[in-house]
Structure formats: structure tokens, C-alpha cells
């Protein structure tokens, strides 16, 4: 899904986020075919990051020698009902006052940490629950305040999945690291439930 991206200057979310719940255009010379599911980044003034949503192309314009019209794809919000498109209805409304923090509170970005083996994904992970958090290594940009979703990967397995919460950037042996502790009661839950199943797997094996 990451690999499939596109991104598109807004000026006018109003006529964007109508758009995009029937078809919208968006100008590209990339070769998508009807039925993919790609994600567009939208960029929208004075905001420091841009709003990806999960659309589908349904319709191409394909690049004509002599024509002023340009090339692109039509896509289709997948999900009506995104955050985005909700944050974006409140800016139209004109009830979002600060819309870096409404992002911040509302949205879960993506991002994947990854290690060798479980037990090194144990160890680090349990500094989730201290109140100083753990610094980790992660495949998206973040910033301080963010909330992700944070599949934990060992090998090419996701072991587990929880909401974290950015409490600040650091630079560790020229490496950019997040310190991130556990969202809320039910990212804790899930981590728990982590650590025990790591640890019972861990006893058996010594056991057997």
C-alpha cells in the first residue's frame, strides 16, 4: 500500500472532500490500472504533513500528444467514513480551530518497527508501560505528539499491534529514534498480553 502513493495540492477542501465521495481527478503520468487501491497524500496549506487517505482509481485520462488535458487517474474515497474526511468536513464547517492538534488527536498514523528475533522485540517493548518510554527505530517520519500504529515486525511477521504515543524525537549513534510510550488502557492491554505470551513460549522452551 505504501508503495502506491499519490499526492494532490488542496485549495479548496470543500470541493475536494464532494469530489472524492463520487470521483475525483488527480494529474499523474503513473501507470495505475482500474481496481487499485492507492494512497493519496493531500496537502493542504499551512499544514506540516499530508492527510493520507486509502482511495481506488476508478477511471484513467491517459497522456494525448497536442492535448491541454493532463494525464491522471479518477479515484473514489474507499472509506467514506475516513478520519480524514471527517477532519476535513470539520475545517469546512469551520468548528476546527488548531488542525495540527485535532490531527494529532484524532489521527493513528501507520509505522512499522521491526527486530530479529521476539525476544529482542520483548525487551524493548516493555519500556512501552514506563513512564519515560523506550526509544525506538521506525520506518515513517514522526513527530513529537503523534499517535501511531505500530505493527512490531520480526523477520517478516507482525507479532504485534498497539497505538502508541510519540513523547519526543533523540539521535542514538547518528540513528533518529522515537521515544514512545503506550497510548491508553487498551494499547497497554495488548502489550501485556504480548509480553506474557513471550514469556510462557520462552519458559517452555527451557522446560522442553
Not at 2 to 7: A, E, F, V
Not at 155 to 168: D, F
Not at 182 to 206: E, G, I, P, S, W
Request: aromatic letters at 2%.
Amino acid at each position: 500500500m505504501r508503495g502506491k502513493r499519490l499526492y494532490l495540492e488542496v485549495h479548496q477542501p470543500k470541493t475536494v472532500i464532494a469530489e472524492l465521495g463520487d470521483s475525483l481527478f488527480v494529474p499523474t503520468r503513473l501507470p495505475w490500472q482500474l481496481g487499485d487501491l492507492i494512497e493519496l497524500g493531500l496537502r493542504l496549506p499551512r499544514v506540516s504533513r499530508s492527510l493520507d487517505i486509502p482511495v481506488v482509481v476508478i477511471g484513467r485520462r491517459l497522456p494525448r500528444p497536442g492535448s491541454l488535458l493532463s494525464a491522471g487517474v479518477v479515484v473514489r474515497a474507499f472509506n467514506p467514513n475516513h478520519p480524514v474526511l471527517e477532519i476535513l468536513r470539520d475545517v469546512v464547517a469551520g468548528t476546527v480551530v488548531d488542525l495540527e492538534a485535532r490531527l494529532q488527536e484524532r489521527l493513528r498514523l501507520p509505522a512499522t518497527t521491526g527486530y530479529v528475533s521476539v525476544h529482542e522485540a520483548r525487551i524493548d517493548l516493555a519500556g512501552l508501560l514506563e513512564e519515560d518510554g523506550v526509544a525506538i527505530a521506525l520506518d515513517a517520519p514522526a513527530i513529537r505528539g503523534d499517535r501511531l500504529a505500530l505493527d512490531v515486525v520480526v523477520g517478516e511477521h507482525v507479532v504485534c499491534s498497539l497505538h502508541v504515543l510519540v513523547k519526543r524525537l533523540q539521535v542514538q549513534n547518528a540513528q533518529s529514534l522515537a521515544v514512545v510510550v503506550a497510548l491508553d488502557d487498551t494499547a497497554r492491554a495488548t502489550l501485556v498480553r504480548f509480553l506474557t505470551t513471550v514469556d510462557k513460549h520462552r519458559q517452555q522452551l527451557q522446560q522442553g
